[in-house]
């Protein structure tokens, strides 16, 4: 069994930076896509950012221009780089890697932004 493991959350200060890590445990696939969601106090799980093998990245929105996904394909892992943080964005931030149509997601990492 496949699992995921985030890492690099905590807490920042507005306008402060966090990269996150995402890295398989147990058995290893060749996720096709990998990407990171997160879910707010209160609100759905949304779409933060998405990342291919290929290289084709999609990012949500609310974070265009301030986070930044890459990923190492021979690791099967993947970052997320946050700049430019807002309050808003605060959240619980679950790594995600799709594979032949399977789905896996990590436990998630805490990300709160405050002063």
């Known amino acids: 069994q496949v699992q995921l493991v985030e890492s690099g959350g905590g807490l920042v200060r507005p306008g402060g930076s966090l990269r996150l890590s995402c890295a398989p445990s147990?058995?290893?696939?060749?996720?096709?896509?990998m990407g990171w969601y997160r879910q707010a106090p209160g609100k759905q799980r949304e779409l933060v950012a998405t990342l291919t093998t290929g290289g084709i990245s999609v990012y949500a929105d609310s974070v265009k221009g301030r986070f930044a996904i890459s990923g190492d394909n021979a690791k099967n892992s993947v970052y997320l780089q946050m700049n430019s943080l807002e309050p808003d964005d605060t959240a619980v931030y679950y790594c995600?890697?799709?594979?032949?149509?399977?789905?896996?997601w990590g436990k998630g990492a805490l990300v709160t932004v405050s002063s």
């Open positions: 995600n890697a799709k594979t032949r149509g399977l789905n896996f």
């Open positions: 147990g058995r290893t696939f060749n996720f096709n896509i």
